[in-house]
C-alpha cells in the first residue's frame, strides 16, 4: 500500500524547535518530489515546502522561508521539516504529501493523515 | 502570488442534487489547477488534476472544467459520502496556494 505517515508533532513553546518526520512506503521514495502543507485549526490548507527527489532542490512559502528546512534521507524513506523560532501562526496540523510524476505538475496525489504542531507557553 | 477564490463558502444541499463549485484566480493558471476533498480529521484527497482530468477511483459523478482564471467542480448528483470541503489548488508556478475551501453541508 502506498502511503506515507508523519510523526513528532507535539507542544513547544513560542521560539522553539521541533523536526517532523515522514516515513514513505509503497513507493520508491526516491524517485518523488516531496511537499510539507500544514493546515491551522479551522482554516484551509497552506503550502509551505517543496524539497526534490535527490533532496538538493528546495523551495519554500515566504512565511517560512528562513525558519524551516525540508530535507530527505532516500536511504530511510524518510522525509523532514526542521521548524525553528516556532510562534503561535505556525500551530496547525502538519500533513506531508507526495508530488505527482506527471511533468510538470505539482499538485499532490499521496497524503499522509498528519501530525499535530501546537505552540503555546 | 496567485490568490485562488472559492465561491461559495458553504453550500448546503441534498442527497441527489447538482452542486457547482467555483475557483477564481488573481491571473491565469492555464489549466493547472487541482481540486481536493477534505472530510473533517482526514487528509485532503486528490480528485481532480489538470482542471478537468478526473483521477482513477473518482466517481464519475464529479467534473471539472475551466481555463485561465474561472474554474467548475461540479458534483452532478449528491451522494452521502460527498459531504466534506473542497478545496482548489494551482500549480503554475511558487508558491502553490489554495483556495479557501467550500464546505457542502447537508440541507
Known amino acids: 500500500e502506498v502511503q506515507v505517515v508523519e510523526s513528532g508533532g507535539g507542544l513547544v513553546q513560542p521560539g522553539g524547535s521541533l523536526r517532523l518526520s515522514c516515513a514513505a512506503s509503497g513507493f520508491s521514495f526516491s524517485k518523488y518530489w516531496m511537499h510539507w502543507v500544514r493546515q491551522a485549526p479551522g482554516k484551509g490548507l497552506v503550502w509551505i515546502a517543496r524539497?526534490?527527489?535527490?533532496?538538493?532542490?528546495?523551495t519554500y512559502v515566504d512565511d517560512v522561508r528562513g525558519r524551516f528546512t525540508i530535507s530527505r534521507d532516500n536511504a530511510k524513506n524518510t522525509l523532514y521539516l526542521q521548524m525553528n523560532s516556532l510562534t503561535a501562526d505556525d500551530a496547525a496540523v502538519y500533513y506531508c504529501?507526495?508530488?505527482?510524476?506527471?511533468?510538470?505538475?505539482?499538485?499532490?496525489?499521496?497524503w499522509g493523515k498528519g501530525t499535530t504542531v501546537t505552540v503555546s507557553s | 502570488d496567485i490568490r485562488l477564490t472559492q465561491s461559495p463558502s458553504t453550500l448546503s444541499a441534498s442527497v441527489g442534487d447538482r452542486v457547482t463549485i467555483t475557483c477564481r484566480a488573481s491571473q491565469s493558471v492555464s489549466t493547472w489547477l487541482a481540486w481536493y476533498q477534505q472530510k473533517p480529521g482526514k487528509a485532503p484527497k486528490l480528485l481532480i488534476s489538470k482542471a478537468s482530468n478526473l483521477e482513477t477511483g473518482v466517481p464519475s459523478t464529479f467534473s471539472g472544467s475551466g481555463s485561465g482564471t474561472d474554474f467548475t467542480l461540479t458534483i452532478s448528483s449528491l451522494q452521502p459520502d460527498d459531504f466534506a470541503t473542497y478545496y482548489c489548488?494551482?500549480?503554475?508556478?511558487?508558491?502553490?496556494?489554495f483556495g479557501g475551501g467550500t464546505k457542502v453541508e447537508i440541507k
Open positions: 524539497i526534490n527527489s535527490d533532496g538538493k532542490v528546495a
Open positions: 504529501a507526495r508530488e505527482t510524476t506527471m511533468a510538470a505538475s505539482y499538485y499532490m496525489d499521496v
Open positions: 489548488q494551482h500549480y503554475n508556478g511558487f508558491p502553490l496556494t
